[in-house]
């Protein structure tokens, strides 16, 4: 693998949610299957859309 290569985000809590979205990870269970075949752009956009859902299940309260 090259230096630009991402790297999988998985952290070995492999639990899906009700939407198939991994609680360790936030990968649905489609990115996570086609991982290992998907270019380093779509392992980009991935992470990208992962890091999304992510923010989104931690809302900011503001005081």
Same mark, same amino acid.
């Given at each position: 693998m090259s230096g630009n290569t991402p790297q999988s985000p998985c952290i070995s809590v492999c639990v899906l949610d009700d /939407? /198939?979205?991994c609680l360790g990870c936030y990968r649905s269970a489609a990115e996570i299957t086609d991982w290992f075949m998907a270019s380093d752009e *779509?392992? %980009?956009e991935v992470l990208r859309r992962a %890091? *999304? %859902?992510r923010d989104g299940s931690f809302p900011v309260q503001l005081q």
């Open positions: /939407d /198939d979205i *779509e392992k %980009r %890091r *999304e %859902r």
